[in-house]
């Protein structure tokens, strides 16, 4: 049985697997074998690589769309979309890169469809991930800054200083030349430090 027709994944299988508590046999199993599952019809391997990877796909949504609603809209839709399209899977490829494609795609779509820039207030939204040596007020200063910036820049950027990514390597998650990558890296570098050292988004954020 094979990934396709009455074995695909709906919302409401989503929800429930996305849903269900931490298992030991859900950790220890390897991405390769719980794919390998899913294309036999095992839906419940599916659950392996939504416990393993949700969180991570959340952040990198929310630092797209800067609202947190959006954020998991984007998300439930790409691991559909994910669990859908597993038979063209490369089992000799990694699976979140190959997954961050089709969660991109997702974010962008949404941003293109509902046309609009609006977040949820700095109390609800979470784009940088908890960093001990930066303090609270630095941190807010750093998110309001960053919710400013487009949704590529924010990717972008996000992806770099947070995730640590190379910049081949975001050349390959981006799918976009190298060259390309270092450009848009420093044009929004230097957009987020116009914001922080602005007046007026000094004032803005007291």
Known sequence: MSVSGDCCLDEESFEYLSCQGDTLAARKMDD??????????????????VERYQAEAIGHAVAILANREDALDAVQ???LDAYQALGRFDTSCKFYPWFYT???NRCFKLAAR?????????DD???LAPVSDVTPEDRVTLERALRELSAAERELLTLKHLDGLSYQE????LEIP?????????HGRKRLRE????PSFGKAKR
Request: with cysteine; proline share 0%; net charge positive.
């Open 32 to 49: 390769s074998v719980a794919i390998e599952r899913c294309k036999a019809g095992d839906k419940e391997a599916f659950r392996h690589l």
């Open 77 to 79: 839709d790409a691991f």
């Open 102 to 104: 089709i969660l991109r």
């Open 114 to 122: 509902r046309k609009k820039n609006v977040g949820l207030a700095l």
């Open 125 to 127: 939204i979470v784009i």
């Open 170 to 173: 975001l050349a390959e998650r």
């Open 178 to 186: 190298l060259g390309t990558v270092m450009s848009r890296l420093y």
């Open 195 to 198: 914001k922080l050292v602005s």
